[in-house]
């Protein structure tokens, strides 16, 4: 007889490789998306030779990124060289352990659920800033030193604009942050906070028009101008994984997770409405991929020193006007 706790054990391996699969079949074709929005955008088709519409492009890209010749600097520190890739792109996918995609449906339940994404998001920067350095390009490592300072800057800020949420939902679980947004999603009563939350995730994910560390027209490609073959999808894959994150918790925060205003009060069958509340989550995170790449067909790249600038005199003031006025109307009308 199979005791209970291996079948707990099979179940929960089950479920990591459904929330991975998935997970990496999305970042795949989020390439493909970005590339036919952005397309569309300008005005041109975008990928159509591989596949029906091009549709079998990020399977193409990725056996050419797999087969490609796997080059190492001559000066560069080698054992660092190739750590780096793995320390940005783990903490991407394992964060997703903590995401509730249904009241049902997630890997692990933790009280700290906001913490625990916070903390292992952070640990990315360090695999940015060891890729600069082990380079032993001037390029890379002045890619390195720009990442470091605008993630953990924003990072600030993006810790801070979620404050507002976590008062009104007296909780750090991810489900109790759902469960209190039954009635009202959060963005109604967080309009602030939630468009801070979105400048700076986008920050966080050095997308355009934060994309400084990149910068192609001034540092080649910044922190991975070095690396090729799967270790610069292995940067790849993690910046859109760390994009998906960022509408997961956007998502959770802000848009009521997985509930459907009505549907989800129905007396549906629980199989039938998990598959409900799922789609709903990853419809959700997918709107935000395309604000995220709809900016990027948009705006234009800022100055470093308007990076900064905009973070430490506009958005870091905001967030601590947002909290306060949270607190007083949470204390005098709560």
Known sequence: MIQPFII??????????????????????????????????????????????????????????????????????KGVFLLAPIICLVPALIIYAVIPFDNFFFITDINIGVLYVLSISSLGIY??????????????????????????????????????????????????????????????????????????????????????????????????????GMKFAYFFLAEYANMLIVSAMLTVLFLGGWRIPIISDLALPLVLKTLLHISAFIFKMLVFMFILMWMRATFPRFRYDQLMWVGWKVMFPLTLINIGVTGLVYYFIA
Do not use: C
């Open 127 to 228: 695999g940015i800033v060891l890729a600069g350095w082990a380079s032993n390009s001037k390029y890379s490592l002045l890619g390195g030193f720009r990442s470091a300072a605008q993630m953990v800057s924003y990072e600030i800020f993006l810790g801070f604009a979620i404050i507002g949420p976590l008062m009104l939902a007296g909780s750090l679980n991810l489900i109790e942050i759902v469960k209190a947004q039954e009635n009202v999603w959060f963005i109604f009563y967080q309009p602030l906070a939630f468009v801070i939350a979105l400048i700076a995730g986008t920050a966080e994910t050095n997308r355009v028009p934060f994309d400084l560390p990149e910068a192609e027209t001034e540092l080649v490609a910044g922190f991975h101008t070095e690396y090729s």
């Open 8 to 77: 707990e054990i099979i179940f929960v391996l089950i479920k990591i490789v459904a929330v991975l699969g998935v997970v990496l079949l999305i970042v795949a074709y989020m390439t493909y998306m970005e590339r036919k929005v952005i397309g569309h955008m300008q005005v041109r088709y975008g990928p159509m030779r591989v596949g029906p519409h091009g549709l079998l492009q990020p399977i193409a890209d990725g056996l050419k990124l797999f087969v490609k010749e796997d080059i190492i600097p001559a000066e560069a520190d």
